[in-house]
């Protein structure tokens, strides 16, 4: 139940979101400091949410070439500078992963 | 020159065409990382109808698997899709003749890959009678691919075994996201920031860390890009 009242408020403020200038233009203008703030946000929330996921192994911080994800993290950021691709640095990423988790 | 609505609307699809190569793998990898993450294949495929953006969704599956508190979660999503205002505000006004319906639709349909499209469109024609057939067109085109290819993941992520490690696509897949975006000294300093400030306060509770992190990160970067430009 819970889940869904996330879904719906989610889905809701993320239409409102896209709604919003569609509707109010002409009446407001987006001020040019609150527009390079929305412009960081995804670059902002996203490396919070990365960063973690990299550090830590098996729940442990582990910040050192021993840790799969931390080698392959930096692996797939190489391949995303490159390529700009979503797919090729997935699969950049799970291979470079998998074969250090079995090594 | 000769348009009409279903000319326009076939327009937009076309060149949405090769824009869901890449989403494709995409929605397949969402519906495989949902079900692992213990969503019930039904919720799985609503959120992408109801919520319909990528990068939220897996950000919004792993918030669910740590028992994040619902507050938490919306929030965080919010903040990840204001970027959708931006867009808003930048399609708004070849807009602005439209009936409330087709603003509300077109407002539906508005995720990144859509905008691109769209937006392309609009700059190198204008707005014409039927141009928001096209608009609407690349958008559906968009909406129908991230559906289907959400129910292939549920379909495959049912057979694929927890070792294989498949939720470690979701750092992947963010990073696809965010290295192409940092095109500039405050970017940078941004998603530096942000993962130093996530890795300091990951103790904080209600993951109250992320949306901390996320708010001093862009405070940084606001910063970084004034120190630039003085």
Known sequence: MTLWLIMVLSGLLTFLTRLSFIILLEKIKLPAPLQRALRLAPIAVLSAIIAPQLAYHNDVFLFSPSNPRLMAGLFATGVAYVTKNVVWTIVGGMLVFWLLERI | ?230
């Not at chain 2, 989403?23 to 109808?49: D, N, R, T, W």
């Not at chain 2, 505000?89 to 990144?112: E, F, H, I």
């Not at chain 2, 609407?136 to 057979?159: H, K």
Request: aromatic share 12%; net charge neutral.
């Open chain 2, 1 to 230: 020159m000769n348009e009409s609505a279903g000319s326009q609307f076939w327009g937009g699809v076309r060149d949405e065409l090769p824009i869901l190569l890449g989403v494709i793998p995409f929605g397949m990898i969402y519906g495989i990382l949902a079900l692992s993450a213990g969503l019930p294949a039904l919720e799985a495929q609503a959120m992408s109808a109801i919520v319909f953006a990528g990068a939220s969704q897996f950000m919004l599956v792993e918030l669910v698997k740590a028992g994040t508190p619902v507050f938490v979660i919306v929030l965080t999503t919010f903040v990840i899709n204001l970027r959708h205002a931006l867009y808003s505000a930048t399609v708004a006004p070849y807009l602005q003749t439209l009936p409330l319906c087709w603003k509300g639709a077109l407002a539906y349909l508005l995720t990144d890959e859509a905008f691109a499209v769209g937006v392309l469109n609009y700059q190198r024609r204008g707005v014409t009678a039927y141009a928001h057939w096209y608009f609407f067109g690349a958008g559906l085109a968009l909406w129908s691919a991230w559906q289907i290819s959400t129910a292939a993941g549920i379909f495959l992520g049912a057979q694929i075994p927890a070792v294989w490690g498949l939720d470690f696509t979701l750092p992947l897949t963010f990073l696809a996201l965010v290295v192409p975006a940092l095109k500039d000294r405050a970017g940078v300093a941004t998603a530096l920031i942000a993962s130093l400030a996530a890795l300091a306060l990951i103790g904080l509770p209600f993951k109250l860390g992320l949306i901390s992190a996320t708010l001093i990160a862009i405070g940084a970067g606001l910063l970084a890009e004034k120190k630039a430009t003085t």
